[in-house]
């Protein structure tokens, strides 16, 4: 008996056993799970926090750029064209090739021009003889009526046979020009500096003044014009600025010189200005044309090519917030903004379209003070505390120009 006391005494029987494991199982999972709970949350109390660099948002001036995409077309684009009808004899050029005013272009076949200029001439040789004869007329019909040996009537009609004979030389002469004109024709030259475009006729091609397509055309790419378009939102904002000036040449006259984006995305070398902008917006579109002006001195652009327009436009006061503090979320953006007990609120914001190089401009759910994380890779909760390290505005915002 005693020796079974002493077992009971020191001793757990078998249930006894398996009932405090389970116990202790149970225990462990729960302590297991509340430990859990407390690393998912976040914001639990004795929670460590974690350093962030954060920023403090303040009003500054920055320029956001305005792209629009815009076609080429040179100063001038003239279209060459016979005057005259004939074969084209010779082509002086070749497509692409760079020509100066007056440079020889074409040589069109037309030898009847040239027999009008022959007929022109013996017709002015034929006149003076006639002209000379009338005068002859006049010189022996004179003394003859100063003598009265002849009535006065004989003078006047040999004088007005003169004067006929003297306006048919006139008349023959001019015919004689203009059959020289017209030779001229066969012969054409450039009439500006320029690039030479397409040449739909070769050698040997009939061309008639009524043809359809001309010879050629020749761009003056020496400045070149670039048109794009504003919508109807974009002009009423551009008709209402802040400049005071009411008349539409003064408002134009006022604009940032504008840059030119290459198809290749590269700029431009020489910056154009803004020239005119067309008062008429057009129904099908919404929108009216603008056309901005760039010197070509190279010939680098072409005339007919696509490019964009870039229009600065300065925020002298606006909140910037840089684009990798922020996170976007179902077509929303976000930002952690740090409220005064350190600690973190997801907030939605809302930018404008353009952006300041690597910034957005918040035009709402930000103000002037607020702190915000700049670093946006973790997913950061509500009511998580940070020990938030200050970063300067110069190694944020020192890309800003």
Not at 65 to 93: C, L, M
Not at 345 to 356: E, F, S
């Amino acid at each position: 008996m005693t020796l079974i006391k002493s077992c009971k005494k020191y001793y757990l029987t078998v249930p006894q056993k398996l009932k405090l494991f389970s116990t202790a199982t149970l225990l462990t999972a729960i302590l297991a799970s509340c430990g859990n709970s407390q690393k998912q949350g976040g914001g639990a109390p004795g929670q460590e926090a974690v350093d962030y660099k954060v920023v403090t948002l303040q009003p500054r001036q920055a320029t956001l750029n305005v792209d629009y995409p815009a076609s080429i077309q040179g100063q001038q684009n003239i279209e060459i064209r016979p005057k005259v009808d004939g074969f084209v004899e010779k082509i002086f050029v070749d497509e692409g090739a760079i020509v100066k005013k007056g440079q020889l272009l074409f040589k069109i076949n037309a030898p009847q021009y040239e027999q009008e200029v022959r007929t022109a001439e013996a017709g002015i040789k034929t006149a003076e003889a006639d002209l000379s004869m009338a005068k002859m007329q006049v010189n022996k019909v004179k003394p003859l009526v100063e003598k009265d040996i002849i009535s006065h009537y004989e003078l006047e009609a040999a004088e007005y046979t003169q004067q006929s004979k003297a306006a048919a030389l006139a008349q023959a002469r001019a015919s004689l020009v203009n059959a020289k004109v017209n030779l001229g024709y066969t012969t054409i030259t450039s009439p500006v500096n320029g690039v030479i475009g397409s040449l739909p006729y070769k050698l040997g091609s009939l061309v008639t003044s009524t043809t359809t397509d001309p010879l050629t055309t020749v761009y003056n790419t020496a400045n070149v014009y670039v048109y794009f378009a504003l919508n109807e939102k974009q002009l009423l904002d551009f008709s209402k600025d802040s400049t005071g000036t009411t008349s539409l040449k003064s408002k134009i006259s006022k604009l940032p010189n504008v840059s030119l984006i290459l198809p290749d995305g590269s700029m431009y070398e020489h910056p154009g200005h803004v020239e005119t902008v067309n008062g008429l917006i057009n129904t099908a579109t919404g929108s009216a044309n603008v056309r901005a002006d760039f010197p070509n001195p190279r010939g680098m652009i072409r005339s007919g090519s696509s490019a964009s327009v870039r229009i600065p436009n300065t925020i002298k006061s606006g909140l910037l917030v840089p684009q990798s503090s922020t996170y976007e979320l179902q077509d929303k953006r976000f930002v952690y903004l740090v409220d005064k007990q350190n600690k973190i609120k997801n907030v939605a914001i809302q930018v404008m379209d353009n952006t300041a190089g690597q910034f957005y401009v918040v035009t709402e759910g930000l103000h002037a003070g607020d702190k915000i994380v700049l670093e946006s890779a973790n997913n950061l909760r509500d009511g998580t505390p940070i020990k938030p390290i200050s970063v300067s505005d110069g190694s944020v915002y020192g890309s800003l120009k």
